[in-house]
């Protein structure tokens, strides 16, 4: 079955970074547009990154220049890097993975919990 499975989650401070990987498997990984999401306490969840199939990215504009979306094709892993990170950049980030002509939400992991606090 198809699985995503994310990681590099944790604890961190103002002005750290992390990196969140998310590992596929049951999918052709490479006809898939990746994204990452995150979900705050009591907020929707919101797109963060995205890379599509053919290595294109685009980011929200509150981690413009700070978060790094990137692929790896061989692996069939995306990653986030995430630096200079805020407070506000808290909350559970979930890896997507969703053809760009088939309608529907894709599939989704479990998500990574990120917390950014001193």
């Known amino acids: 079955q198809v699985q995503l499975v994310e990681s590099g989650g944790g604890l961190v401070q103002p002005g750290g970074s992390l990196r969140l990987s998310c590992e596929a498997s049951g999918i052709f990984f490479n006809l898939n547009d990746m994204s990452w999401y995150r979900q705050a306490p009591g907020e929707q969840r919101k797109l963060v990154a995205t890379?599509?199939?053919?290595?294109?990215?685009k980011y929200a504009d509150s981690v413009k220049g700070r978060f790094t979306i990137s692929r790896d094709n061989t692996k069939g892993t995306v990653y986030l890097q995430m630096n200079s990170l805020k407070p506000e950049d808290t909350g559970v980030y979930y890896c997507?993975?969703?053809?760009?002509?088939?309608?529907?939400?894709?599939?989704w992991g479990q998500g990574t919990q990120v917390t950014v606090s001193s």
């Open positions: 997507n993975a969703k053809k760009s002509w088939v309608n529907g939400p894709g599939y």
């Open positions: 890379v599509t199939n053919g290595g294109s990215t």
